[in-house]
């Protein structure tokens, strides 16, 4: 990276660093300044009734209440399981995220549909150019879209 590219993307970070303390400050009620102080101080792992002291955090709750508020929210009978959507990783599909028809409440058919996730800027090259492990690598997306299509899925969600 030459030096001018770091300068402005340091000087971008900056705006988006300083435009999300803002709106974090506004949000909350509080200065900027001790937003940005809380963040520098870091937090201890076992100080939570602090954050809600101090208004960083609206409720501490256990996780069987946050069942019970879901089931209330979609009309689950406190008696029931709560539904869930339960999903394996499939090797035999290059570590796709594969969901279990059962658990949608689907039985039989034959149609099916694919997931590609990603996630980042699309760039041009390879794994090999530069060493960088995140974004959207044309090359590997364009492959993903054309191994799904005219296949067996009746519709792709990307």
Same mark, same amino acid.
């Given at each position: 990276?030459?030096?001018?590219?770091?300068?402005?993307?340091?000087?971008?970070?900056?705006?988006?660093? !300083?435009?999300?303390?803002?709106?974090? &400050? &506004?949000?909350?009620?509080?200065?900027?300044?001790?937003?940005?102080?809380? /963040?520098?101080?870091?937090?201890?792992?076992?100080?939570?009734?602090?954050?809600?002291?101090?208004?960083?955090?609206?409720?501490?709750?256990?996780?069987?209440?946050?069942?019970?508020?879901?089931?209330?929210?979609?009309?689950?009978?406190?008696?029931?399981?709560?539904?869930?959507?339960?999903?394996? /990783?499939?090797?035999?599909?290059?570590? !796709?995220?594969?969901?279990?028809?059962? !658990?949608?409440?689907?039985?039989?058919?034959?149609?099916?549909?694919?997931?590609?996730?990603?996630?980042? #800027?699309?760039?041009?090259?390879?794994?090999? &150019?530069?060493?960088? &492990? #995140?974004?959207?690598?044309?090359?590997?997306? /364009?492959?993903?879209?054309?191994?799904?299509?005219?296949?067996?899925?009746?519709?792709?969600?990307?």
């Amino acid at each position: 990276m030459t030096e001018e590219s770091s300068e402005v993307l340091n000087q971008l970070l900056d705006n988006i660093y !300083t435009n999300w303390l803002d709106k974090v &400050s &506004s949000a909350n009620g509080k200065k900027r300044e001790d937003i940005e102080n809380f /963040i520098n101080e870091g937090v201890d792992d076992h100080d939570v009734n602090r954050l809600k002291e101090e208004g960083y955090i609206s409720d501490i709750i256990c996780e069987d209440e946050i069942m019970a508020k879901l089931k209330e929210r979609l009309g689950v009978k406190i008696n029931k399981k709560l539904p869930v959507v339960d999903c394996r /990783i499939s090797t035999e599909h290059e570590n !796709t995220l594969v969901v279990r028809k059962w !658990t949608l409440g689907i039985s039989g058919g034959k149609d099916l549909i694919a997931i590609i996730r990603v996630s980042g #800027s699309i760039r041009r090259g390879d794994d090999s &150019s530069g060493g960088r &492990s #995140s974004g959207i690598i044309a090359g590997k997306f /364009i492959e993903k879209i054309r191994k799904v299509r005219g296949k067996q899925f009746k519709a792709v969600i990307i």
